[in-house]
């Protein structure tokens, strides 16, 4: 029977791309390498990536020895993850790992093979990134950030902490489809504390001089910010045009605190991403993502900035501070 010439050419193409890919194992000498996608600047000693490779470290990895990581890093550079997720996909690691839900997406455009582990990110389902959080069902799992859900609570804290504010700018990302219902998604609890809520949007650095310019016609007298990784790489200059209009902030983690935010509730990142090595630890074993079932964060932390309270002339009450996390001098 005639083999068909379409089919000649299809069986040499995955020939060849079996043999380049065995070829690349050998070279390696068959220690397992993990691709790192890095979507925002790092901010040593604290971070994601920083956290990741302790998490690798406790369970015995050393890099150079047991392990290679390939790293590329997009520097807060939205637009660069999609070649950067190409390129570490060429490479052929055994598992690619990243954090963010933009980086997620660019990874899972990359490759629907190799297994992809996110040290955090949101909105896992509703992106289409799984398809579900107890059975992924694809390449790709690890632990899920549940900022959207924190809303209403940080709305609490922050009128607790800030009784007067009656005017609360929640700042988004528009390109981050977790975003797409905030703040209708807590207009019960706004009206329930006498708060008036102003959706304002920035999807780029370039749009945060306009959002603030948004913030002040619209009467804000305070602040909520978004997780999301555009404004994570731009915290201090958010930060600090927050403070220029005299705004205090509620945002969603440690970092945003310890980079001057008055207030921040949320997971502490860092702690996710450690525990994302867990994933890849079993990945490299033999696990398959689309089995091994999402995590979901659970422990919750509030922070205070006195120092920035201090810059905008407030005082906390006794009793807001007595429940404190983490209080920043």
């Not at 582990?117 to 289409?128: F, M, P, R």
């Not at 001089?209 to 978004?226: C, K, W």
Request: with cysteine; proline share 6%.
């Amino acid at each position: 029977m005639r083999v068909p010439h379409g089919w000649i050419f299809l069986t040499l193409a995955l020939s060849i791309g079996v043999a380049s890919v065995v070829a690349v194992a050998q070279s390696r000498g068959n220690i397992p390498q993990v691709g790192v996608l890095e979507p925002v600047p790092q901010q040593p000693p604290l971070g994601c990536l920083v956290a990741f490779r302790q998490g690798l470290r406790d369970l015995g990895y050393v890099e150079g020895q047991n392990i290679t990581v390939a790293y590329s890093y997009a520097e807060g550079q939205r637009d660069r993850l999609s070649t950067l997720a190409t390129e570490l996909v060429q490479r052929t690691p055994d598992v690619l790992w990243t954090h963010s839900t933009p980086a997620a997406l660019a990874a899972k455009q990359a490759t629907i093979t190799i297994p992809i582990v996110l040290g955090v990110a949101s909105d896992l389902v509703e992106q289409g990134l799984v398809e579900s959080l107890d059975r992924p069902g694809g390449n790709l799992t690890g632990v899920e950030l549940r900022d959207v859900e924190l809303i209403g609570k940080r709305l609490e804290l922050f009128k607790e902490a800030l009784p007067t504010i009656s005017r609360v700018a929640i700042l988004v990302d528009p390109s981050e489809r977790a975003h797409n219902h905030v703040p209708s998604n807590i207009e019960g609890e706004a009206r329930a504390l006498g708060v008036q809520l102003q959706r304002v949007e920035a999807g780029a650095p370039e749009a945060f001089e306009a959002a603030f310019a948004a913030m002040m016609q619209g009467g804000a007298d305070a602040l909520m910010i978004m997780d999301a990784a555009l404004f994570a790489a731009h915290q201090q200059r958010l930060l600090d045009l927050a403070l220029r209009h005299r705004l205090p902030t509620m945002s969603g983690g440690r970092h945003f605190a310890e980079a001057g935010s008055l207030l921040a509730y949320g997971a502490y990142a860092p702690e996710l991403c450690q525990r994302s090595a867990v994933f890849v630890d079993k990945i490299l074993k033999g696990a398959k993502p689309a089995t091994l079932p999402v995590e979901r964060a659970y422990k919750f932390y509030l922070h205070v900035n006195l120092k920035t309270a201090a810059a905008l002339g407030l005082t906390l009450p006794p009793t807001f501070l007595a429940r404190v996390d983490q209080v920043l001098k």
